[in-house]
């Protein structure tokens, strides 16, 4: 299957860059490049790509608002919240601070690359994310898990309840990172039963992307981090 890619950065050479890069792929189509926010939610629109690559800082209104507008997320008080978009969002930003990263998951982003990311990486990272999986760039995870290490706090992501004891460890394994795979082979189940958990666990939390189930779980302390 080809995935879909909308490139949206306000610098033309790293948007040249990127759509060699992306197009050198044989998975990959890049359907459209745009300089500013508000074209890469009119592309999305227009073109129903799999993966919007998303810079932060642009003209006219900014990368996490933009993606929040794609993926159709609303701003709450806690880093989670409703969405109902069809297109992934993957950021792609030369900076990496903490409300950066906050705004563009918060914004249902599915995954945080920094621009110094090779290009296997970055290939690798819109198929994870075409595929619904969380990518996060190794130095933003780091200070993600510290940040969640504190007391637990359950009364932090609404809906929790309305979770079954498996829904409730398949979100488990989400905050560790764990794929399909693994959490079928942890729980014992098919992959097909696996993916159906995920699906229900993401609606039930009104989330959008198994990178905000991951710190939905941190917040509901159902994953211990590491130092």
Avoid: C, W
Avoid at 87 to 95: M, N
Avoid at 203 to 219: P, Y
């Amino acid at each position: 299957m080809t995935i879909r890619v909308v490139v949206a950065d306000d610098q033309e050479a790293v948007r040249t860059g990127l759509v060699l890069i992306l197009g050198s792929a044989p998975d990959i189509d890049v359907v459209a490049e745009v300089a500013d926010g508000l074209a890469a939610v009119r592309a999305a629109a227009e073109h129903r790509p799999d993966v919007v690559l998303m810079d932060i800082r642009m003209p006219g209104i900014d990368g996490i608002e933009a993606t929040r507008r794609i993926t159709g997320s609303r701003p709450t008080g806690t880093s989670i919240g409703p969405a109902a978009g069809s297109a992934q969002v993957l950021v792609l930003t030369t900076f990496d601070l903490d409300e950066l990263v906050d705004g563009a998951l918060a914004a249902g982003a599915g995954g945080f690359l920094l621009k110094s990311v090779d290009a296997a990486r970055l290939t690798d990272g819109v198929r994870a994310v075409a595929r619904g999986e969380g990518v996060l760039a190794p130095e933003v995870t780091r200070r993600v898990i510290r940040r969640y290490a504190g007391a637990p706090r359950p009364s932090s992501v609404p809906g929790l309840e309305r979770l079954t004891a498996r829904e409730t460890d398949v979100l488990a394994g989400l905050g560790r990172g764990l794929s399909n795979a693994e959490l079928s082979a942890e729980l014992v189940i098919s992959e097909g039963t696996t993916k159906t958990h995920v699906s229900r666990v993401l609606a039930k939390l009104g989330l959008r992307s198994r990178t905000q189930a991951a710190i939905a779980a941190q917040e509901a302390g159902l994953v211990r981090p590491g130092p």
